[in-house]
């Protein structure tokens, strides 16, 4: 535990570290900030693995800055707060998503959707902080310092490790869901039954959705039916999809790899709205017949600001509501090997790291 009050300028660190597109994950010890009068210092139990974290450290999406320390769904315990934090106490249970900083002052910002800075938000790892040269480091660590602004509480009656990919799985199907308006029998379809599809379901189903899942293969049905879903589709079995056409007011796609978005357009009713949130590193092909005839919209989806991820947080208590997780030691070839498994599609639902006895 870093001494209160004690006089540093900054605070030793450990994390597992990518230093190219192809490593393997080793020890990085590094600096965090010490604390500010805002800030607040968590001791990290645990992370969950997104499959942001792949895209990222694999450099996918050519952005990756190394070393690379991954990881945006991080829970912990509260170890020290600055002078000024009004909100957390030593002790507290809190979590931390994608977001670290941002402006707080542009017109997003006051809207309370930090996400879409338009200074640009600072993200939890492969980002920079606001002094614009500051690079940030994800929760494959054992501690971090963060902003008050920027910290959750998680309610008592959830777990930490169940909770952690709620800080980013959980509030990006939320977001979306509450977007929508999703009420008592509102008629949505969920495509992909992933680390971010079973969470869907689960908001969904405790919004009181009529929810239909629509995924790969045959064998998720059972899963689909024991999480809430009340319809199964398979996506390539065309006459399903035929006997389905008009009958889902909102779709949420949760599936981050490029797949056949074009097929699943006809499940939509009239003025019926199609939402992305699985991040592709690849385009899609949608042609305008396929949304123009019925008025259909399309959206994307970015995690929530602030404000909506305690409101989420605090619903999932209300309702009981976590991850289905795999909880894995935190060392470098468990987290190679989640990586293999997550593209693979054979993880049910999150792995989430045990960080706590990490790097001792």
Known sequence: MISPGKNISTIPAKGWA???PVGSFSLFEFERRSLKDNDVLIRIYFCGICHTDIHEA????NVAKYPMVPGHEITGIVEQVGSDVKRFQIGDPVGVGCLVDSCRTCLPCQKNLEQHCTAGATYAYNGIEMDQK????GGYSNLIVVTEHFVCLIPKNLPLDGAAPLLCAGTTTYSALRRYNVIKDTQIGIIGL???GHIALKLAVAMGAHVTVIALSESQRNDAIRLGAKGFIVSNDQETLNKAEGTLNFIIDTVPVSHNVSALLQLLAFEGVFCMIGLSSKPIEIAPIDFVMKRLKIWGSLISGMREMQEMLNFCSQHEITCDIELIEATPIMIKTAFERILKGDVKYRF?????????
């Not at 500051?134 to 480091?137: E, G």
Request: aromatic letters at 18%; proline letters at 4%; zero cysteines.
């Open 18 to 20: 990518v230093y190219d």
């Open 58 to 61: 694999q450099n996918d999406w």
């Open 134 to 137: 500051t690079p940030t480091y």
């Open 194 to 196: 992933g680390g971010l």
């Open 352 to 360: 989430v790291l045990d960080m706590k006895n990490a790097f001792k």
